[in-house]
């Protein structure tokens, strides 16, 4: 019975052993470079004191995107925290701050469609100022 047992459980092991084989971390495939975007959101002249922001790639690539601080700065995530966006043109939309007292923005500015927001990302500029009227 003991026997029994004791191949019954390396049975287990052996099958669990096969399954993680394909799992892990570790991809063949790399995800595509990403540069630095920091920049600061301005509603009406003002910093914009919250919410939300994010770049979406017209290219390959995935969305980036990021929060806005109560002095309007942000900086974007794509793969990893801070890591910045795809190289390329982006659709940006804004969400504003949500609370009492908050500054509203138009609705307009969250949705890529109706924000009419663009902006290419590239290695020469990595400060980005998005302006809201």
């Not at 099958?15 to 990403?34: E, F, I, N, Q, W």
């Not at 790639?57 to 795809?86: C, H, M, W």
């Not at 969250?110 to 009419?116: D, V």
Request: charged content about 20%; proline content about 7%.
């Amino acid at each position: 019975m003991f026997r029994q047992i004791r191949s019954g459980l390396g049975g287990w092991a052996v099958l669990g052993t096969l399954v993680c084989a394909g799992c892990g971390g570790g991809s063949s495939t790399t995800p595509p470079a990403t540069l630095p975007v920091t920049g600061k959101v301005l509603f009406k002249g003002e910093p914009l004191t919250g919410g939300k922001i994010m770049f979406e790639p017209q290219g390959p690539g995935r969305e980036a995107f990021g929060t806005i601080q109560k002095d309007g700065t942000f900086s974007l995530s794509t793969y990893g925290e801070n890591d910045g966006a795809v190289p390329g043109s982006h659709r940006i939309s804004v969400t504003g701050p949500v609370g009492k007292g908050s500054r509203a923005i138009p609705k307009k500015y969250s949705n890529y469609e109706s924000s009419k927001l663009e902006m290419d990302v590239n290695g020469d500029k990595k400060e980005y100022t998005i302006t809201l009227e």
